[in-house]
């Protein structure tokens, strides 16, 4: 059975810095791209990154870059999120959520629970 | 910035059809997805590559695409289906982008 299990989350003032951590289950880790998917309180679904299964890709949305920084250690079957400069904006439920490709579109076959960081003084 | 429009709320009566929409431009070159999302809860996938259906996915969950909009349907709808539901697609250099989601309630 395949499981995500985030934790890292909780209350860090603006402009501190928080990490996640992903821990992944029930499935060849090492052969999936991986990705942050995030939710704010009420709100949509907004994807935030994505790391290929060998590190070598990395995305962020725009909201993020030059903020966030993703990666992953394999040998632990674990998938980070460390998180810079926070702001207001960025208090959401964050998902860690497996990678699925139909050609070149990515899609999330698989969440774990989600781990709420709240960015607030 | 590409936009998927979901209608904000459908409601039905337990064991009618229910239908969702989504549209975009870029759909017609573009797979859609559809996420089930029930309160507390993370989202789980009901259809995959505008029609496909995970294995463990009711048979009533089914999903199409004309042009450029995209529909999930759900037959006989039960209570157990009320949730929030989200169309993904992605954009012209592959982002992924969700719709805003729509509430469905089951009267």
């Known amino acids: 059975e395949v499981q995500l299990v985030e934790s890292g989350g909780g209350l860090v003032k603006p402009g501190g810095s928080l990490r996640l951590s992903c821990a992944a289950s029930g499935f060849t880790f090492s052969s999936y791209s991986m990705n942050w998917v995030r939710q704010a309180p009420g709100k949509g679904l907004e994807w935030v990154s994505s790391?290929?299964?060998?590190?070598?890709?990395?995305y962020y949305a725009d909201s993020v870059k030059g903020r966030f920084t993703i990666s992953r250690d394999n040998a632990k079957n674990s998938l980070y999120l460390q998180m810079n400069s926070l702001r207001a904006e960025d208090t959401a439920v964050y998902y860690c959520a497996r990678d699925q490709k139909d050609f070149d579109q990515h899609y999330f076959d698989y969440w774990g629970q989600g781990t709420l960081v709240t960015v607030s003084s | 910035s590409y936009e998927l429009t979901q209608p904000p709320s459908v409601s039905v009566s337990p064991g009618q059809t229910a239908r969702i929409t989504c549209s975009g431009d870029?759909?017609?070159?573009?797979?859609a997805y559809w996420y089930q999302q029930k309160p507390g809860q993370a989202p789980v996938l009901v259809i995959y590559k505008d029609s496909e259906r995970p294995s463990g996915i009711p048979e009533r969950f089914s999903g199409s695409s004309s042009g450029t909009t995209v529909t999930l349907t759900i037959s006989g709808v039960q209570a157990e289906d009320e949730a929030d539901y989200y169309c993904q697609s992605a954009d012209s250099s592959g982002t992924p982008v969700f719709g805003g989601g729509t509430k469905l309630t089951v009267l």
């Open positions: 870029a759909l017609p070159k573009q797979y």
């Open positions: 790391i290929s299964s060998s590190s070598s890709y990395i």
